[in-house]
């Protein structure tokens, strides 16, 4: 089986990290950018404006 080239990890507002909305994104599974942290300037609908995302860990899921 191969390996994974991407991960997926989860942006939340960095003012309010507990927020309803945030986003998903692919990000590389291996390689310098791997380590650093994503931060991405995305449109919020709660606030109507545009903000600073941050990258939090996925929630854990039941099976």
Do not use: C, W
């Not at 089986?1 to 994104?25: G, I, N």
């Not at 995302?53 to 039941?62: A, C, N, Q, R, V």
Request: no cysteine.
């Amino acid at each position: 089986m191969a390996k994974k080239t991407h991960v997926k990890v989860r942006l939340v507002p960095e003012s309010k990290p507990d927020s309803a909305f945030y986003y998903y994104v692919k990000k590389p599974a291996g390689g310098e950018k791997a380590k650093v942290k994503l931060k991405a300037k995305k449109y919020n609908p709660v606030t109507k404006k545009h903000e600073i995302f941050i990258e939090k860990k996925l929630p854990p899921h039941s099976k």
